[in-house]
């Protein structure tokens, strides 16, 4: 394959860089183009608000939760009839990628920060991405109607990560308004504007098309969906696009209304319907779109970029395997290597061993996710892959995670594999509720976030094995071996000294040697001298008889720790970053 590669002069970035701008036909005449404006910002600050106020509408009061949960582009247009394309994008911690992807693809940010909360974490985190971006920012210094606002700090507080506004002496523009009342929300726009008409964007409408995919999501009449912003070029039906190892024939345009339209003009927002079915049934997010002359060269361009993901994967996998024969083969060199069968085997050897062989009676939580876009997926999947198994006592197997309603199939699936579905965003229909109920397939249905992570944290919980811990009531030393005939037989019996607390008859005990538990086991019979007692407490002397549950041999230098096992409350140590 690398040789073919070589042969026809194609690397990974052939293809792509074939539609820069930098490519653009002198002969063509170039149009002004629509800025596209990124609103980035802590959550809860009022991004979605501002962008209500401009465009006369309420979705921030209709969303999940009262946060935004998915990335949303729509063009506007202001009184003067300049038009920009706003791209909007939520602030949980959880959405980190689609804020990234905002930045990427934007020609300027406004950075939303609430003045009477000021600078967050997710306001830092946004900085970062502007900086890395290189792209201009006005600031928002919004909800001033507030008693409790102080613009005043907040620009001191962002003048501490590198963002000096204006009235501090910087450069960076910046204005105080009201996403509520409309205060200052005009002069705002007019200096986002001003760094537009600084920037003086331009396209080529006769260029291939060139863009970036927004989001996607499946629709049951027309399948695959994206929602994608054309930098350059002229978008029409009958045009064959490739994105990542995805191609399409447009079959359908749609403008952001979901109007069917006939082409598209560059820095504008539009639906894309005819992506052709793909290994993972998707188009992801973020991928640049390019037009290619022809399916044959679409097809050809696509077949290559799997071949270099799966080589990829391959390589990934064998690491894998590799890794884990080597673990393996560690543990059992270990357990060779101490010469002696298994009564005599150290307890943590032993203890490696069977918790290595016994890893697959793990209690285990099978889930299917479905979402409705590939943003959405692209958070569950980051939180689900944050759960590290080995570091668990349940495993968390996810043995599907795709957009779209779930299928017959998959509910098929899921029965097989003793599965619960987790829907989000989605609602599943009267039918496939009512076999769900009847193939006794458990289904959640969720429109927020951090209220999937709390459900599926809280069953994972209630899975783990009831936790018990020992607790210590009494240590002795031992200060001699020896050997007493009995009724029963020949019994050995630990001569020790009572350091600490009570030891008692029929009481549970670990033995430590050099500090670390090798056995474990019953204290049979506690004797002073002859007499067998139930109990012997500090600074006294006595022979205990114990009975092994390994059968070790305990010797002098040993510590008895007499004590009990108790159940303590379950709790599963997950916290992902923003949850």
């Known amino acids: 394959m690398w040789r073919i590669m070589r042969k026809k002069k194609w690397n990974l970035n052939y293809f792509d860089s074939l539609h820069r701008q930098k490519n653009i036909k002198k002969n063509h005449k170039l149009t002004p ?25 309420s979705v921030a009061a209709s969303e999940s939760g009262g946060i935004t949960q998915s990335i949303a582009a729509f063009s506007y247009a202001n009184e003067s009839g300049e038009n920009f394309t706003f791209v909007d994008v ?7 990628s689609m804020r990234m992807r905002g930045a990427r693809l934007t020609d300027v940010v406004v950075l939303v920060v609430a003045s009477d ?7 830092v985190e946004s900085i970062k991405m502007i900086n890395k971006a290189q792209v201009p920012v006005v600031v928002a210094v919004n909800k001033c109607d507030l008693k409790s606002s102080n613009p005043k700090r907040t620009l001191y ?5 590198d963002v000096i506004c204006e009235p501090l002496g910087g450069s960076v523009q910046c204005e105080n308004v009201s996403a509520k009342t409309g205060q200052g929300v005009d002069s705002l ?18 260029h291939p098309v060139d863009g970036v995919v927004v989001e996607t999501r499946v629709n049951n009449h027309l399948g695959l969906i994206t929602t994608c912003i054309v930098k350059h070029g002229t978008l029409q039906k009958g045009q064959f696009l490739v994105s990542g190892t995805n191609w399409a024939k447009v079959k359908v345009l749609f403008d952001e209304n979901m109007k069917q339209m006939k082409t598209m003009k560059p820095g504008k927002v539009v639906h894309i319907s005819g992506w052709k079915n793909t290994a993972n049934g998707q188009v992801d997010c973020g991928q640049p779109i390019i037009q290619v002359e022809n399916e044959a060269t679409a097809k050809k361009i696509v077949d290559l970029r799997q071949k270099l993901k799966n080589l990829g994967k391959v390589e990934l996998e064998a690491l894998h395997i590799t890794e884990s024969r080597e673990h393996s083969k560690k543990i059992f060199d270990n357990v060779r290597s101490q010469k002696m069968n298994r009564k005599r085997m150290s307890y943590e050897v032993l203890n490696e061993l069977n918790q290595h062989l016994q890893d697959k009676s793990k209690c285990e939580h099978n889930i299917f996710v479905k979402a409705d876009t590939v943003g959405s997926l692209e958070v569950i999947d980051s939180l689900l892959h944050s759960y590290d198994n080995s570091k668990h006592d349940v495993k968390l197997n996810v043995l ?29 229909n009267a039918k496939t509720k009512t076999a769900c109920d009847e193939c006794g397939v458990k289904i959640h249905t969720f429109a927020v976030i951090y209220h999937l992570f709390d459900h599926l944290k809280q069953t994972l919980t209630q899975l783990l094995p009831e936790p018990q811990e ?22 050995a019996v630990a001569g020790s000294s009572v350091t600490w607390g009570t030891m008692c008859s029929a009481s549970q ?14 204290i049979s019979s506690i004797k002073q001298g002859k007499v067998e007692i139930e109990e012997i407490k500090s600074g006294n002397e006595c022979g205990f008889s114990l009975t092994s549950a390994n059968d070790v041999i305990s010797q002098e230098g040993d510590v008895i720790v007499c004590g009990e096992t108790v159940k303590s409350e379950k709790s599963l140590d997950w916290s992902p970053r923003g949850f």
Do not use: W
């Open 157 to 161: 507080e962002l003048a501490e990560h």
């Open 509 to 522: 005990y670990q033995l430590l040697r050099h500090g670390d538990v090798i056995d474990e086991g019953t």
């Open 90 to 96: 939520p602030g949980h911690a959880a959405f980190t």
């Open 189 to 206: 726009m007019e200096k986002v504007m001003m760094e537009i008409e600084m920037l003086d964007l331009r396209c080529d409408e006769k």
């Open 400 to 428: 599907t995670s795709e957009i779209g309603d779930l299928t017959s199939s998959e509910l098929e699936r899921a029965v097989v594999s003793n599965a619960s579905i987790y829907l989000f965003n989605l609602e599943a």
């Open 470 to 491: 020992f607790v210590s009531k009494g240590e002795a030393d031992i200060q001699e071996m020896f050997v007493i005939d009995t009724k029963q037989g020949k019994v």
């Open 117 to 123: 909360d000021g600078v967050m974490e997710q306001t």
């Open 33 to 57: 183009r629509n800025g596209i404006i990124t609103m980035l910002g802590h959550i809860d600050h009022g991004k979605t608000s501002l962008l209500d106020y401009l465009r006369q509408t």
